[in-house]
């Protein structure tokens, strides 16, 4: 009998148990390309007109990377507590509350409701809230701290797990400069981060509010153009995740920067069911990136799982019968793994050769160092008329640029990006992340020297192959590791031509205000050619080390 009441007991338990003048000597320009005397034409004539240039006619932009997958709904199934065959003679004291793992996500709904929430059982615990809640657009907390934005301020709220309460602490008055912020992360009990729409674009910082005046931290601002639609968080790994929306075109975007270095490394197009950020959180359990997303019928939100590598699709999880508005997970228990690895930076390891160390791809950032978003220019007439910075996929595929990178206009790589940096040189934005630069022409030169010079070094800078290059790629060994990829050209008449064929990547140095010099690598020729190409063009860009 003392067995079975035992049993009985831990079963109970269990069960409620988630150009033409020429100016450089020994060149001669010819079609306004600019070559040395004695060197081999370009395999395709750069500058012709329009109706000559263009072999491949530019295609309608492919759908972005993002898609959501439709799968089904799993279902958790939930286990019954079996009966005992004998009646016990008496009743154990059941768990007044459900257990909560450490790692706890809250969320807050449309009616100024908390709740726990978990993932694996898809079960939401209601948090008993003191009046002062008013239900703020987004929460954070730490194992002990529930903090709200409320516009002008914050409140503070004590909190335990279980038994899913809260006491109001105190009110903590915003810092000077700071306005409303639609997004908020818990760094430490002390610490917030947060979204400052007090200026343009909205900045991201840190607020100390250990003291009785709370002191605000500005640490990188958001990309031009954007806002705050979704929600965000910050991993130990020192990335941000936020999902945020462009302002000219509505289209909604998972962004992550590095927290420590402010460099963006993902900015992806998501195509969400709903369409808009707005309805949108974000959140991480388990080691899992979470989207939720307000249905249409205004009373249930879908949960999706992203994946954390490219093209980050989009399944779906389960659907919850609140309308959540914001998410929140203890800082303590956020995982190095939860960073989005970006579909931008090279995955292949950088590659020395002689006394350089050069990046191993083509280059693939759609911004500045700083986060300015470079314009992505898809119009001929536009591209051709164009006196700062912009990117293009080949022919305005997508799927050219995950092989060989963007396409960028010269003004793009010495980060021209308005008319005060065409003459003030010291306004001017870097194009390379931090730890590398753009090439200059005498550092190609040195790369092509210690190779054996140009007659031979464009074949020990080529990728072996077909796969990438037209046949034969002549001379192709790929001795240096360089791996050069044929990224082909946009003319400066807008028009695209040569992707496996030619392969021409920019350097930093100019020949004169209309043309800087280039390398140029071709499939019929293992010469690595230098020539001056006028600005416009859009070209590959391959980067070396500082």
Avoid at 155 to 161: D, G, Q
Wanted: glycine content about 8%; proline content about 7%.
């Amino acid at each position: 009998m003392a067995q079975l009441l035992k049993k009985f007991d831990n079963v109970l338990l269990a069960s409620m148990k988630k150009a033409n003048n020429n100016p450089i000597p020994n060149t001669i320009r010819i079609n306004g390309v600019l070559l040395p005397i004695g060197t081999p034409t370009p395999t395709q004539t750069p500058n012709a007109s329009p109706s000559q240039t263009p072999t491949v006619t530019p295609t309608k932009t492919l759908t972005p990377t993002v898609t959501p997958t439709q799968t089904p709904t799993p279902t958790i199934t939930k286990t019954q507590t079996p009966t005992p065959s004998i009646t016990p003679t008496k009743t154990p004291t059941p768990t007044s509350n459900p257990v909560v793992p450490t790692c706890a996500v809250l969320y807050n709904d449309n009616q100024d409701k908390v709740y726990y929430y978990n993932v694996s059982a898809n079960t939401s615990t209601l948090l008993t809230m003191p009046a002062e809640y008013s239900g703020g657009n987004d929460i954070a907390h730490t194992s002990n701290k529930l903090w709200e934005p409320t516009g002008i301020s914050f409140n503070e709220y004590n909190i335990t797990l279980p038994s899913f309460s809260a006491i109001f602490n105190r009110n903590i008055p915003s810092p000077l400069n700071f306005s409303n912020s639609a997004g908020l992360a818990a760094i430490s009990d002390t610490v917030i981060l947060a979204v400052n729409t007090f200026n343009s674009p909205n900045e991201v910082v840190e607020i100390d509010i250990s003291g009785v005046s709370p002191v605000m931290t500005t640490k990188f601002p958001l990309i031009v153009g954007r806002y705050i639609t979704g929600d965000f968080y910050r991993t130990l790994a020192y990335k941000f995740l936020v999902l945020n929306t462009d302002a000219f075109t509505d289209k909604c975007y998972l962004s992550q920067w590095n927290y420590l270095t402010g460099t963006l490394e993902v900015d992806v197009e998501l195509l969400l069911p709903n369409n808009s950020c707005a309805t949108y959180g974000i959140f991480e359990d388990s080691g899992n990136i979470y989207i939720t997303s307000v249905n249409l019928d205004g009373i249930t939100t879908n949960l999706y799982m992203i994946g954390k590598n490219y093209p980050y699709n989009i399944t779906s999880v389960n659907s919850v019968s609140k309308v959540i508005s914001g998410a929140s997970q203890i800082p303590s228990c956020l995982l190095t793994n939860l960073n989005v690895s970006s579909s931008y930076l090279c995955s292949l390891n950088d590659v020395t050769i002689g006394t350089q160390t050069w990046a191993a791809c083509n280059l693939n950032v759609p911004t500045y160092r700083d986060g300015t978003l470079i314009p992505q220019i898809t119009g001929t007439s536009q591209w051709a008329t164009l006196t700062t910075g912009a990117w293009c996929y080949y022919s305005g595929s997508t799927t050219t640029g995950d092989t060989y990178g963007k396409l960028y206009n010269w003004y793009a790589v010495m980060g021209i990006w308005n008319e005060a940096s065409k003459t003030d040189v010291g306004q001017r934005k870097q194009l390379a992340p931090s730890g590398y630069h753009i090439p200059t022409d005498t550092e190609w030169t040195t790369l092509t020297t210690y190779l054996g010079g140009n007659s031979v070094a464009g074949g020990k800078l080529k990728e072996t192959g077909t796969v990438h290059w037209l046949s034969p790629n002549t001379g192709a060994s790929n001795s240096s590791g360089f791996t050069g990829l044929p990224g082909g050209w946009r003319s400066n008449f807008g028009g695209f031509n040569n992707i496996r064929n030619n392969g021409g990547f920019w350097s930093s140095t100019e020949v004169d205000s209309d043309f800087a010099w280039l390398l140029y690598l071709a499939a019929n020729t293992s010469v690595a050619n230098r020539y001056g190409y006028n600005k416009i063009y859009g070209f590959s860009v391959r980067l070396i080390k500082d």
